[in-house]
């Protein structure tokens, strides 16, 4: 007697049960597929809630080349060669360094010291790096880090120590001493 001719015996013997069992098979098909469509939905607004944060992300971005509408205000168009410029190292380091310099002076800060080096430890890949010394309020230097490394030519912040000055760790509005080493690469000439 083979397994099928028993189960055949038994759901002919009981009618009741076979019905039953058809219709917890149904029902279960039809869960399954249920759960799948709900599921298949949520990824797909998941996906637009995705797609719209996203699209908000490409907004704000300072670094998309496109023009801005009339008024637009605050909107700031980033233009330019990603690499430094310049004929020779020198001055491409002398840019970099106008770069740095210029951007620490537009938010109030103070230059004590600077350096530019030439031959550091990435010079073979072309890169420029420049340390420079300087003061400058609390309140500007997240200011100054971005305008630094969301601008052109594309900067690198390596390294920085920022220091409050003895006795105004605490107030508010006081100046940082802060040392920034900030890096770029030259393509060379053309």
Same mark, same amino acid.
């Given at each position: 007697?083979?397994?099928?001719? !028993?189960?055949? +015996?038994?759901?002919? /013997?009981?009618?009741? %049960?076979? @019905?039953?069992?058809?219709? *917890? $098979? =149904? &029902?279960?098909?039809?869960?399954?597929?249920?759960?799948?469509?709900?599921?298949?939905?949520?990824?797909?607004?998941?996906?637009?809630?995705?797609?719209?944060?996203?699209?908000? !992300?490409?907004? +704000?971005?300072?670094? /998309?080349?496109?023009? %801005?509408? @009339?008024?637009?205000?605050? *909107? $700031? =168009? &980033?233009?330019?060669?990603?690499?430094?410029?310049?004929?020779?190292?020198?001055?491409?380091?002398?840019?970099?360094?106008?770069?740095?310099?210029?951007?620490?002076?537009?938010?109030?800060?103070?230059?004590?010291?600077?350096?530019?080096?030439?031959?550091?430890?990435?010079?073979?890949?072309?890169?420029?790096?420049?340390?420079?010394?300087?003061?400058?309020?609390?309140?500007?230097?997240?200011?100054?880090?971005?305008?630094?490394?969301?601008?052109?030519?594309?900067?690198?912040?390596?390294?920085?120590?920022?220091?409050?000055?003895?006795?105004?760790?605490?107030?508010?509005?006081?100046?940082?001493?802060?040392?920034?080493?900030?890096?770029?690469?030259?393509?060379?000439?053309?």
């Amino acid at each position: 007697m083979t397994t099928n001719s !028993l189960i055949d +015996r038994l759901l002919a /013997r009981y009618p009741g %049960a076979a @019905a039953a069992l058809y219709v *917890v $098979a =149904v &029902v279960g098909l039809v869960a399954v597929s249920a759960l799948s469509i709900l599921d298949v939905l949520q990824r797909r607004q998941d996906v637009g809630a995705t797609a719209d944060t996203l699209a908000l !992300l490409e907004a +704000r971005n300072p670094l /998309r080349q496109r023009a %801005a509408p @009339a008024g637009a205000g605050d *909107v $700031a =168009v &980033v233009t330019g060669s990603p690499f430094l410029e310049g004929p020779t190292v020198t001055v491409a380091g002398a840019s970099l360094m106008e770069r740095v310099v210029g951007a620490i002076a537009r938010f109030g800060g103070t230059i004590l010291s600077s350096q530019v080096d030439l031959q550091g430890t990435e010079a073979k890949d072309g890169f420029i790096a420049v340390s420079v010394s300087c003061e400058i309020e609390q309140e500007s230097l997240q200011k100054l880090l971005y305008d630094l490394e969301a601008g052109m030519p594309f900067l690198f912040v390596d390294q920085m120590v920022a220091q409050t000055p003895e006795g105004a760790a605490s107030a508010v509005g006081s100046r940082l001493h802060l040392l920034i080493s900030v890096s770029g690469q030259w393509q060379g000439t053309k």
